[in-house]
């Protein structure tokens, strides 16, 4: 069984929208929940992160009024809804997970920080 289940990655035309869905299946507990995309020979980048105990989130500045970052109406289930899509957004998005560390919200985009992760979406927009 997956630890982390993803959905909602395809195709999209230029400008437009699309929302990723994560959700932990391993606990009930609260945990931090983020999403990060990988471009091709590239590290993975920290979009967004929510710790889903009290739902205190940030945002990357590179995506921030763009991308959004939400609890769902079931435990640890995440979205992230992407505005306004671009060519350069086109990668393969992965959602991350695992429990809160002292300072996570100052260290939240560190990859080694997570235990658990999903197995990826692509995401593609055209121009």
């Known amino acids: 069984q997956e630890e982390l289940v993803e959905s909602g990655g395809g195709s999209v035309q230029d400008g437009g929208s699309l929302r990723l869905s994560c959700t932990a299946t391993?606990?009930?507990?609260?945990?931090?929940m983020s999403w990060f995309r990988q471009f091709p020979g590239k590290e993975r980048e920290g979009l967004a992160t929510?710790?889903?105990?009290?739902?205190?989130?940030r945002i990357a500045d590179s995506v921030k009024g763009r991308f959004t970052i939400s609890q769902g109406d079931i435990k640890n289930t995440v979205y992230l809804q992407m505005n306004n899509l671009n060519p350069y957004d086109t990668a393969v998005y992965y959602c991350?997970?695992?429990?809160?560390?002292?300072?996570?919200?100052?260290?939240?985009?560190?990859?080694?920080?997570?235990?658990?992760w999903g197995q990826g979406t692509q995401v593609t927009v055209s121009s």
């Open positions: 929510i710790y889903t105990g009290d739902g205190l989130d």
């Open positions: 391993y606990t009930d507990g609260d945990i931090v």
């Open positions: 991350a997970a695992g429990s809160r560390w002292p300072r996570w919200v100052a260290s939240w985009s560190g990859v080694g920080r997570y235990k658990y």
